[in-house]
């Protein structure tokens, strides 16, 4: 396992290539906005990230699911995908107009719905489905979120936006209170996921937790025999949740309703192809990522039983109240309809 990751890792080498990964994207982002015109039904540049809780955009993708459905429709649809790191980034990419669907967690949904109310109007799309999201810690003394000392950083995708930001201070403020919520934050280090598991893996860097996602959490807990549990989302947010969702604009989504209708329609053929055929769906993840992970951990992380791939958001409106309670964003969502586009695919979200 450890062959599959860089071996050695410190603080400045991850600084740098994490600093000049966004530097590079700026600028990439800067000159699309600049240069791409506003365009007319047939097109959608879609924004995803690392990890398996993008397998439905990987089944999408391979299948062409987006272009099928786009024929329904009566168009030929072209569709442009782009991987980033972090919430942060992806919504910067939204705004600039680089993208037209971004793909991130439900704290840079819910940040992002809140700065663009009354204006860009953006609210999500739907969901990627149900996964719980570990805090591992390589740190044999750390058992609880209490446990983490100065000595200690946790690597997120974005530091105090990424859902794993938002869900470590909402089990902080349940642990020390509310006034208490930002209490860990001073631990956390914003780092790619794939970068995160190589530090947790190797041991002997500053990095000894991970608020990650699968496959890079399961192959912490393989990789590393110190490696362990310390929070589960599912145990914070009261159940199975959609910790990772895609979002818009209101522009694009009324001046695109064929397109729009299309990519939903696909993301649901997408889930139902998971659920049934969850074997090929690992080769799928496998070959479009040009991952060296172990076939037989990643199906077994797209069977477990408390992984769903659906559309429907479920469980999302706590971490909305938390995040108003606290002063995270300052318009108050009433229910989770009002940050989520009215739509029959997402019709029994929560």
Do not use: C
């Not at 940040?111 to 009354?118: E, H, K, L, Q």
């Amino acid at each position: 396992m450890l062959a599959r990751f860089r071996s050695t890792a410190t603080r400045s080498s991850f600084g740098r290539r994490f600093t000049a990964a966004l530097l590079t994207f700026s600028m990439g982002v800067a000159g699309f906005a600049a240069t791409a015109p506003a365009h007319a039904e047939g097109q959608i540049r879609v924004a995803e990230q690392f990890g398996i809780v993008y397998l439905l955009l990987n089944v999408a993708r391979d299948q062409q699911f987006v272009e099928k459905e786009g024929r329904k429709q009566g168009l030929d649809i072209k569709v442009d995908w782009v991987k980033l790191s972090g919430g942060a980034a992806v919504n910067d990419a939204l705004l600039s107009g680089a993208v037209d669907i971004a793909g991130a967690g439900v704290g840079p949904l819910l940040t992002i719905w809140d700065r663009t109310r009354g204006k860009q109007n953006v609210k999500g799309v739907a969901s990627l489905g149900n996964l719980p999201y570990y805090l591992i810690s390589n740190d044999p003394n750390v058992r609880t979120i209490a446990d983490f000392t100065e000595k200690d950083r946790i690597a997120v995708p974005a530091v105090n936006v990424s859902v794993q930001s938002r869900v470590l201070q909402y089990a902080a403020a349940k642990r020390w209170g509310d006034k208490d919520y930002n209490r860990l934050d001073k631990f956390t280090q914003a780092l790619p996921h794939p970068d995160a598991a190589a530090a947790i893996i190797a041991g002997g860097t500053e990095i000894t937790g991970h608020f990650g996602n699968p496959p890079f959490q399961e192959q912490e807990l393989a990789g590393n025999p110190k490696a362990h549990i310390v929070l589960n989302s599912y145990d914070v947010l009261g159940g199975p949740s959609s910790a990772t969702v895609l979002y818009a604009t209101e522009k694009f989504r009324d001046n695109n309703p064929k397109t729009y209708r299309a990519f939903v329609d696909a993301l649901a053929d997408a889930a139902r192809f998971i659920t049934a055929n969850p074997d090929a769906a690992a080769d799928i993840y496998i070959r479009t990522n040009q991952s060296k992970i172990d076939r037989n951990l990643l199906v077994k992380v797209i069977k477990n039983p408390q992984v769903q791939f659906k559309v429907a958001p479920q469980n999302t409106f706590g971490l909305a109240q938390f995040m108003y309670r606290v002063g995270a964003i300052k318009n108050e969502p009433k229910s989770w309809k009002d940050y989520f586009f009215d739509d029959p695919a997402t019709a029994a979200g929560s």
